[in-house]
C-alpha cells in the first residue's frame, strides 16, 4: 500500500515562509494523485491542497491560494509544500496523503495512506 | 469552501449500533458519489474506513457501512466496541476538484 514521511517543519515568525516535504515509498509515486491535510491543535481535519498523478492539475483550499504551492518530484518520490506570508492561524499538523486509487482526476476515492505529520507553529 | 457538517459527540455502549450523520449541500454530497469516511485516534494519521459512499477498504470490518441522500451522508457502526472509539470524519469531493471535511464526530464508547 505504500509509506510516507513528512518533514520541514518547525517554529516560524509570521509572515516567513516554510517548506514542507513528503518522501513516498512502496507504491509507484507518478501513478497517484497527493493531497497536504492539515489539523490544528484540538481541531478538525482540513484539506490544504491536491496535486495530480501527472503534476497537471494543482487545487488549492481558500487560505492557501496565493500563499501555499504544492509540487512534486519523480525522482526522489518527493511530494511538497511551499508555504509563504505564514500567519498564526496555519500553526497545525501538516499530513500529507494518497489517492487510493490510480490515475485519478476530477473525483476523489479516499485517502488510503497517510503520513504521519510534521508540525509548524507560526508564532513571533 | 465551507466544512461539511458533523454533530460534535455521540456516545453508545458496547454492542449497540451507531450512526454519524455529515451534512453538506448540492455541490458536495448532493452532486457526487465521492464520500469518504475516515477514522482517528488520539495524536494518530486518519485512516481510510468507507470511500465512494458505500465501500470499504479491504482490512475494513463489515460493522461499518456507509449511506447517502440528497445532500447528507452517514456511516453506520454496528456492534460497538471499545476499540471504535475516536473521532470520525467525512470528506466529499466537491466543485472546482476541492476537498471538504466535516468538523468530526467524537464517539465514546460508554
Known amino acids: 500500500q505504500g509509506r510516507l514521511a513528512e518533514s520541514g517543519g518547525g517554529v516560524v515568525q509570521p509572515g516567513r515562509s516554510l517548506r514542507l516535504s513528503c518522501v513516498a515509498s512502496?507504491?509507484?509515486?507518478?501513478?497517484?494523485?497527493l493531497h497536504w491535510v492539515r489539523q490544528a491543535p484540538g481541531r478538525g481535519l482540513e484539506w490544504v491542497a491536491t496535486?495530480?498523478?501527472?503534476?497537471?492539475?494543482?487545487v488549492y483550499g481558500d487560505f492557501g491560494t496565493g500563499r501555499f504551492s504544492v509540487s512534486r518530484v519523480k525522482s526522489g518520490s518527493t511530494l511538497y509544500l511551499e508555504m509563504n506570508s505564514l500567519r498564526p492561524d496555519d500553526t497545525a499538523t501538516y499530513f500529507c496523503?494518497?489517492?487510493?486509487?490510480?490515475?485519478?482526476?476530477?473525483?476523489?476515492?479516499?485517502?488510503?495512506?497517510w503520513g504521519q505529520g510534521t508540525t509548524v507553529t507560526v508564532s513571533s | 469552501q465551507s466544512t461539511l457538517t458533523q454533530p460534535a459527540s455521540v456516545s453508545g455502549s458496547p454492542g449497540q449500533s451507531i450512526t454519524f450523520s455529515c451534512t453538506g449541500t448540492?455541490?458536495?454530497?448532493?452532486?457526487?458519489?465521492?464520500v469518504s469516511w475516515y477514522q482517528q485516534h488520539p495524536d494518530k494519521a486518519p485512516t481510510l474506513i468507507i470511500f465512494?459512499?458505500?465501500h470499504r477498504p479491504s482490512g475494513v470490518s463489515a460493522r461499518f457501512s456507509g449511506a447517502k441522500s440528497a445532500n447528507t451522508a452517514s456511516l453506520t457502526i454496528s456492534g460497538l466496541r471499545p476499540e471504535d472509539e475516536g473521532t470520525y470524519y467525512c470528506?466529499?469531493?466537491?466543485?472546482?476538484?476541492?476537498?471538504?471535511f466535516g468538523g468530526g464526530t467524537k464517539l465514546t464508547v460508554l
Open positions: 496535486i495530480s498523478y501527472d503534476g497537471n492539475t494543482r
Open positions: 470528506s466529499s469531493f466537491s466543485t472546482g476538484n476541492t476537498m471538504l
Open positions: 448540492s455541490s458536495d454530497i448532493g452532486l457526487y458519489d465521492f
Open positions: 496523503a494518497k489517492d487510493q486509487r490510480k490515475f485519478v482526476t476530477g473525483e476523489n476515492n479516499g485517502l488510503d495512506v
Open positions: 512502496g507504491f509507484t509515486f507518478s501513478q497517484y494523485g
Open positions: 465512494d459512499v458505500t
